[in-house]
Antibody, heavy 123, light 109 residues
Framework: QVQLVQSGAEVKKPGASVKVSCKAS????????ISWVRQAPGQGLEWMGW????????NYAQKLQGRVTMTTDTSTSTAYMELRSLRSDDTAVYYC????????????????WGQGTLVTVSS | QSALTQPPSASGSPGQSVTISCTGT?????????VSWYQQHPGKAPKLMIY???KRPSGVPDRFSGSKSGNTASLTVSGLQAEDEADYYC?????????FGGGTKLTVL
């Protein structure tokens, strides 16, 4: 069965960077991609982007362009999401997700989710 | 990339039916048959309940159903049960990205 296991909670200061990992199992990692979705406290879900584990192509949300980088390590079936120049409004639970219909822009919906990683940005 | 519009809350008594709406535009909900719905219990990751407007993943009870008319999609939960109390989010493919609704808190009275 598909499992996505994420790294633990992080506390960062404004202006710092954070890198969240998502280790996949239960399927052929390089045949699919990974999307990232975040959720600020008490708020809704926000699509951040996706990366193809097949060829490394990425598609980022417009508002995060220039601050976010998604990568994969195919040797360990792990996806990473790095967010730079952190602000207080980046405080959120960050989820990796996969599964569902997809094309070169990413998944159209998400069948499998990681458990989430809380990133707190505070001085 | 505006969020889809959902009512903030909905409620019903056990056994009743409740419908949650999700309004977008012709660039998202109205333009693609890729509306999905997620259930989220407190402190948990979202769970896919409906995809491609009206399809249910394996294991999701048939009490959950989805539909779409124009720019508005709907999720109907029939025969409400206590465990259905959760937040529900709609989402839609929008051409090169995915947009979510703001969420609806469903309360089982």
């Amino acid at each position: 069965q598909v499992q996505l296991v994420q790294s633990g909670a992080e506390v960062k200061k404004p202006g710092a960077s954070v890198k969240v990992s998502c280790k996949a199992s239960g399927y052929t990692f390089t045949s699919y991609g990974i999307s990232w979705v975040r959720q600020a406290p008490g708020q809704g879900l926000e699509w951040m982007g996706w990366i193809s584990a097949y060829n490394g192509n990425t598609n980022y949300a417009q508002k995060l362009q220039g601050r976010v980088t998604m990568t994969t390590d195919t040797s360990t079936s792990t996806a990473y999401m790095e967010l730079r120049s952190l602000r207080s409004d980046d405080t959120a639970v960050y989820y990796c997700a996969m599964g569902g219909y997809y094309d070169s822009s990413g998944y159209y919906y998400f069948q499998h989710w990681g458990q989430g990683t809380l990133v707190t940005v505070s001085s | 990339q505006s969020a889809l519009t959902q009512p903030p809350s909905a409620s019903g008594s056990p056994g009743q039916s409740v419908t949650i709406s999700c309004t977008g535009t012709s660039s998202d909900v109205g333009g693609y048959n890729y509306v999905s719905w997620y259930q989220q219990h407190p402190g948990k990751a979202p769970k896919l309940m409906i995809y491609e407007v009206s399809k249910r993943p394996s294991g999701v009870p048939d009490r959950f159903s989805g539909s779409k008319s124009g720019n508005t999609a709907s999720l109907t939960v029939s025969g409400l049960q206590a465990e259905d109390e959760a937040d529900y989010y709609c989402s839609s493919y929008a051409g090169s990205f995915v947009v979510f609704g703001g969420g609806t808190k469903l309360t089982v009275l």
